[in-house]
């Protein structure tokens, strides 16, 4: 089956810099991914999705990055704030049933002041 | 914004007792899911839901669990027989084209 995974399991940055938070997906008929983030005790937060028919996607203070070569995307946070303090996780929908969703196991963001 | 909701927010229980989780999706959302993550794990599929029928679920969905929308709004998830390692939270999520929004989740305790 598909596998989503994160690089680093916990990720400390200063406020104000920019935090960047990779994802490494295993089946490259995949073409549609999101980015999540998880305060504690929430429920999962939609932040941006990507296409794989794009390499760059920009929202608000945010842009995702995809590198099909090598199957990995980021997720870019610009001017990292400490309400920015979560769980990221990327989530990969299944090329093969597109009901299915495969998730990252996440990786914890914090922000010091 | 409309949004998911679901409840209780918190449900503790007995090993063996049945459990009902209640989500109501977003209303004009066609397909509905559920998902556990046990503390400090990743989020896990359980069940998809689409036409009023379960259109996919994974190994983790056995004969302990059902799904339901008993109405136009409501979808529930039932543990007929709930055991020690059933305590998660559960999500329901609920998708507009390919876009996935989830409650708030529902914290499950078996003692």
């Known amino acids: 089956g598909e596998s989503v995974g994160l690089h680093l399991p916990t990720l400390s940055v200063q406020e104000g810099d920019n935090s960047i938070i990779n994802c490494a997906y295993s089946?490259?008929?995949?073409?549609?991914f999101i980015w999540y983030k998880q305060e504690s005790g929430k429920g999962p937060q939609f932040i941006i999705d990507?296409?794989?028919?794009?390499d760059k996607r920009q929202g608000q203070r945010v842009t995702v990055l995809l590198n099909k070569t090598v199957k990995h995307l980021s997720l870019q946070i610009a001017a990292t704030q400490p309400g920015d303090s979560a769980v990221y996780f990327c989530?990969?929908?299944?090329?093969?049933?597109?009901?299915?969703?495969?998730f990252g196991s996440g990786t914890k963001l914090n922000v010091k002041p | 914004e409309p949004e998911v909701t679901q409840t209780p927010s918190h449900q503790v229980t007995q090993m063996g007792q049945e459990v009902i989780l209640r989500c109501v999706p977003i209303?004009?959302?066609?397909?509905f899911y559920w998902y556990r993550q046990i503390l400090g794990q990743k989020v896990e599929f359980l069940v998809s839901?689409?036409?009023?029928?379960?259109?996919?679920k994974s190994e983790i969905f056995d004969d302990q669990f059902s799904v339901e929308r008993p109405d136009g709004s409501n979808f529930t998830l039932k543990i007929r027989s709930t055991k020690l390692e059933d305590s998660a939270m559960y999500f329901c999520?609920?998708?507009?084209?390919?876009?996935?929004?989830f409650g708030p989740g529902t914290r499950l305790t078996v003692l």
């Open positions: 989530a990969e929908k299944s090329p093969y049933n597109f009901n299915k969703f495969y």
């Open positions: 089946n490259s008929a995949s073409d549609y």
């Open positions: 990507i296409r794989s028919n794009m």
């Open positions: 209303s004009n959302h066609l397909y």
């Open positions: 839901f689409y036409n009023n029928e379960i259109s996919e």
């Open positions: 999520a609920s998708v507009s084209t390919d876009t996935q929004y």
